[in-house]
């Protein structure tokens, strides 16, 4: 996951909302607590663009439990999908020890 990604992070989902979209599909913006991030540089939250449903590989969870999601785009551009999803242990074991840049912020334990 990690080589197609533009980086990965562990994170709360905070809230999920749908926003409008001229496209067949719906979109929704799910955004995220940062607990750890790897390969990317991410603020305190994460704002995450995604289809709104899961046949449309959209993402889905519920608020206020821990993700870990590998994210693709820029700063304030960044989108994922279903295929991007992994468990917070199985995303640090891949990232490993100087294999991607780690950053906790202040405040938040590590899982």
């Known amino acids: 996951m990690l080589e ?7 994170g709360v989902l905070q809230s ?17 607590r940062v607990r750890d991030a ?3 540089r991410l ?8 289809a709104d ?6 993402l889905y ?9 590998g994210i693709y785009g ?5 989108g994922s999908g279903l295929c991007s999803f992994m468990k ?8 490993g020890e100087g294999k991607a840049s780690k950053r906790s912020h202040p405040g938040c334990s590590a899982a």
């Open 4 to 10: 197609s990604s533009d980086g990965a992070f562990i």
């Open 16 to 32: 999920k909302r749908d926003i409008p979209d001229p496209g067949l599909i719906g979109r929704s913006l799910f955004t995220y």
């Open 38 to 40: 790897f390969g990317a």
């Open 43 to 50: 603020g305190e939250t994460v704002k995450i663009r995604t």
């Open 53 to 58: 449903n899961s046949a449309s590989c959209g």
């Open 61 to 69: 969870g519920r608020v206020g439990k821990k993700y870990a999601l």
């Open 74 to 78: 820029k700063p304030g551009e960044w």
């Open 88 to 95: 917070p242990k199985a995303l640090r074991s891949v990232a």
